[in-house]
């Protein structure tokens, strides 16, 4: 089992930065990707930024380049997402989600989510 514990989310005026964190605490998986995920009001989850512990690969949704870092602390299992210039459509539910390994099989988890609210 994998448990991810999210923390970080809040309210923020337009222009504003929130940081975002997520430790995954197991012990008999390796974790070897993690990411943020985000769902707004009627809208599909989309991505928000992933990273790859192994080769240190980063992806980022189309909507948060340039604003939005995803950074890892691999040996806590550990992704921060520091958000900056934040605007109202980065309003919804962000969640953590770990890939993670138990020989040759892999489990997708997600945590409970995080409220990020962005007013005008």
């Known amino acids: 089992q994998v448990q991810l514990v999210e923390s970080g989310g809040g309210l923020v005026q337009a222009g504003g930065s929130l940081r975002l964190s997520c430790a995954a605490s197991?012990?008999?998986?390796?974790?070897?990707?993690m990411g943020w995920y985000r769902q707004g009001p009627g809208k599909q989850r989309e991505l928000v930024a992933s990273?790859?512990?192994?080769?240190?690969?980063?992806e980022y949704g189309d909507a948060v380049k340039g604003r939005f870092t995803i950074s890892k602390d691999r040996a806590k299992n550990t992704v921060y997402l520091q958000m900056n210039s934040l605007k109202p459509e980065d309003t919804a539910v962000y969640y953590c989600?770990?890939?993670?390994?138990?020989?040759?099989?892999?489990?997708?988890?997600w945590g409970q989510g995080t409220q990020v609210t962005v007013s005008s």
């Open positions: 989600y770990a890939l993670a390994n138990a020989g040759s099989t892999s489990y997708g988890y």
């Open positions: 197991t012990t008999i998986f390796s974790i070897p990707y």
């Open positions: 990273v790859r512990f192994g080769n240190d690969n980063i």
